[in-house]
């Protein structure tokens, strides 16, 4: 089973407040990912990290912004949230060398 | 990524095996097959993936055409929980410079029957 938590699970809040999703994983894996799916579509990348101090958008464009300090953390914030944000977000990591990812649980997220 | 096609859905019975088909005609030599699966609201999770020999585990096994065109997700004894999105990913080999991710598609809905 693997290791990578997700904090909030769930999380309502208003349009315009700051958010931090949390990620982490006790795994020590170089790579970490955040994806967003909308409820029956598909997961699409949004930032990935292959380590420390290293991070990149990914393929679909989003107004957050993650930070890779320490290896087992990689934070998704969003400055101002607003309802398009409305998504679940989920959190994966990896070793290199290999396209084998984990998942966290996910935070939904609903922005009134 | 190899474009890979696989049926929007399928049915299995419970106890019977579930054979997931992919085809990913425009393989490259080099190119891993992987294969997730997403349980209704949860996250993905990681199945399998082979390059060109059969691949088996405590999970599924994995069988790939010998012209590496198709391949083949096995679940020996379906059960109800085994109910959720099988992806067929073929991501570009990590030695290339423009490795980074994998690309999800829409996958096949499996739905294990009672």
């Known amino acids: 089973e693997a290791d990578i938590y997700q904090t909030p699970r769930y999380l309502v809040i208003g349009t315009g407040k700051k958010i931090t999703l949390e990620c982490s994983q006790t795994m020590g894996h170089d790579k970490m990912y955040w994806y967003q799916q909308d409820p029956g579509m598909e997961l699409h990348l949004i930032h990935y990290s292959y380590g420390v101090n290293s991070t990149e958008k990914g393929d679909l464009s989003s107004e957050s912004t993650v930070s890779r300090i320490r290896t087992e953390h990689f934070p998704l914030t969003l400055e101002s949230a607003r309802p398009s944000h409305t998504s679940q977000y989920l959190c994966?990591?990896?070793?290199?060398?290999?396209?084998?990812?984990?998942f966290g649980p996910g935070t939904r997220l609903t922005v009134t | 990524d190899a474009k890979t096609t696989q049926p929007t859905s399928m049915d299995c019975a419970e106890g019977r095996a579930a054979n997931l088909p992919c085809n990913h005609s425009t393989i490259s030599g080099n190119e891993y097959v992987y294969w997730y699966r997403q349980i209704h609201s949860q996250g993905p999770q990681y199945i399998i993936h082979?390059?060109?020999n059969n691949e088996t585990n405590e999970m599924a096994s994995l069988i790939i055409t010998e012209d590496r065109k198709s391949s083949t997700l096995i679940l020996p004894h379906a059960t109800l929980r085994d109910t959720a999105v099988y992806y067929c990913?073929?991501?570009?080999?990590?030695?290339?410079?423009?490795?980074?991710?994998?690309?999800f598609g829409s996958g096949t809905q499996l739905t294990v029957l009672p």
């Open positions: 082979g390059l060109k």
């Open positions: 994966a990591s990896g070793n290199r060398g290999t396209y084998e990812q984990y």
């Open positions: 990913i073929v991501p570009l080999p990590l030695s290339s410079g423009s490795a980074r991710q994998l690309t």
